[in-house]
């Protein structure tokens, strides 16, 4: 591999867990407050635009395609760990095939299994989406707390005086 891009995937993880504990710790009362995760962004809307790429990269000002690439491929393949979401319990992926599956076939209701196993439902946050100099960020947060209850936001997060500040909310969801 090449060593830049070794070099790149540090500073990304870094960042990543930088800012996802910042935001853990400021959503404590909020979006994060379940105790419940999901290893893979589930409880997220996308927003309603045609070009989401273009999207992002205009709102975090990301001039450099290859750049943005690496970033959209990172955020695509991004696994939520416990080493980033210390003391919440992570709902995995394969996890998420075998209540469908069981659920299909009348074995099992996914909302009972929630109720006794998660307080307030689940949770989902993205991977931070950065610019080039890792200064401005693109994130999505949401939670379900039942067949027709959640929400979540798209963020703009800025990394100003060593800390990250929510800079711009993007919009809501509820349902």
Known sequence: MDPNISDLKKLDEV????????????????????????QKKRALSPPMVEDFD???QRLIGIKDSAH?????????????TENIAK??????????VEFERKSELG???FWDWLDKNCTSGFSSISKPIFNENFTVAYVQI????????????????EYLNGKWIEKENLGSWIS
Do not use: A, H, M, P
């Open 15 to 38: 960042k990543t867990i930088e800012l996802l504990t910042q935001i853990f710790e400021d959503e404590k009362d909020g979006f994060l407050s379940t105790n419940c995760l999901t």
């Open 54 to 56: 273009g999207y992002v």
């Open 68 to 80: 943005y690439e690496f970033q959209s491929k990172l955020y695509q393949q991004f696994v939520l």
């Open 87 to 96: 003391g919440k319990k992570i709902i995995t992926q394969s996890q998420f």
């Open 107 to 109: 074995e099992f209701k």
């Open 142 to 157: 949401g939670n379900t707390c039942g067949d027709l209850c959640g929400g979540g936001e798209e963020r703009i997060y």
